[in-house]
């Protein structure tokens, strides 16, 4: 009965199709050159994954919603390109001095080779100590301890590891496409909304829409009628860096300093995307190709919800995650420019078997 109830999904789905010059994903795995995409509350069940899981590229994928960055949608954005400016997004690698969560400090040595002659660099870091990327081996569905794509614990450390949802392979596909921002940060300013970003401070999917509205832009899916195409990249800016910034170096280390423990009790606090059904409903509706942030952790910290964002997005639905973007000269540029969408590259670290990565982002106009 289930089989021909899909059958008949799937062939009302071609007839809308034909009619609508569109072409739905109904089958797995998905063409990421499809025009239509199920909404959270339309995926397929599948076999062995946890509820809500978007596994839609095939079992043996590890690329997730970057499979959405086709030639032909990379090549549309490139059209974004109009002045040719250059913004990086990248804080230095020692940015920030003392890092959130009680990650590593970045460490740099300079080693000679030949005195006056020629020198080497050594580095030591946390890849996920400053701008960074999560990949998909960083954080499991917490229930099922399972990572994208039916990836465990025994497949990323120990004596059967493997490369399953290693970051090199993203290093293989590159990210390009359409980038677009959210500069929560100025709208908060504008309509006097205050908030410190050293704290927990969950910006709501309705804030965000309407600092959108502010911007020009409707947040909402195309297929909604809004200005979010399929695999837009999105940025959204808490203000992390600001603070940063204008605060004292003692500052900065007592709110980095702070503990670390689960549950909403914990010392590391702070200001981030919220934790909300509206919120899940329009990450995943949008099918951007990845999204990133300002803040340490993309999403408010500690979560006040029995689940983390970071569990949808990564193991779920495979959508990488980015934090500590340095957004500053980018909202900037925005504003000069009046437009809040541009063509943006980021190229992960092609290190086999490896977690997350440095972003290596640019931004171009």
């Known amino acids: 009965m289930a089989e021909g109830k899909s059958s008949a999904n799937q062939r009302l789905a071609q007839v809308k199709d034909f009619l609508t010059f569109n072409k739905t994903a109904t089958t797995i795995p998905f063409d990421p050159d499809s025009t239509k995409f199920p909404l959270r509350n339309e995926l397929p069940t599948i076999p062995s994954a946890p509820a809500g899981a978007a596994w839609v590229w095939g079992q043996d994928d590890f690329l997730g919603r970057l499979n959405l960055l086709t030639p032909t949608r990379v090549a549309a954005a490139g059209k974004e390109i109009k002045t ?45 100590s400053g701008t960074q990327w999560d990949g998909f081996r960083h954080f499991a569905h917490v229930p099922s301890q399972t990572f994208y794509n039916n990836t465990h614990g025994d497949d990323i450390l120990g004596s059967t590891s493997n ?172 504003r000069e420019r009046n437009r809040w969408t541009f063509f943006v590259s980021s190229a992960p670290a092609n290190v086999p078997g490896g977690v997350s990565s440095h972003a290596n982002a640019n931004a171009i106009f």
């Open 84 to 128: 040719g400016e250059i913004v990086p997004l990248n804080l230095p690698l020692d940015v920030p001095k003392v890092p959130a969560f009680h990650r590593e400090q970045f460490q740099h040595e300079i080693k000679t080779l030949f005195p006056g002659i020629a020198y080497d660099d050594l580095y030591h870091l946390n890849t996920q």
């Open 163 to 334: 490369q399953k949802c290693s970051i090199h392979h993203w290093s293989s596909h590159g990210i390009a496409g359409r980038g677009i921002l959210l500069d929560y940060r100025s709208y908060a300013h504008k309509k006097g909304i205050q908030y410190d970003t050293f704290d927990y401070y969950p910006i709501s999917y309705s804030e965000l829409y309407a600092c959108g509205k502010d911007q020009g832009l409707d947040i909402r899916p195309q297929s909604q009628g809004g200005d979010i195409k399929i695999g837009d990249l999105l940025f959204v800016r808490s203000g992390f860096v600001e603070t940063y910034y204008s605060s004292t170096g003692d500052e900065r280390a007592k709110a980095a300093s702070r503990p670390h423990q689960p549950g909403k009790e914990d010392g590391q606090r702070w200001a981030g995307v919220a934790q909300e059904e509206k919120m899940l409903d329009w990450l995943h509706d949008c099918w951007f190709a990845a999204v990133a942030g300002d803040a340490p952790s993309f999403e408010a910290w500690p979560t006040h919800q029995d689940y983390h964002l970071h569990e949808h997005l990564l193991a779920l639905w495979g959508c990488p995650i980015g934090e500590l973007f340095d957004l500053e000269r980018l909202a900037q540029k925005c």
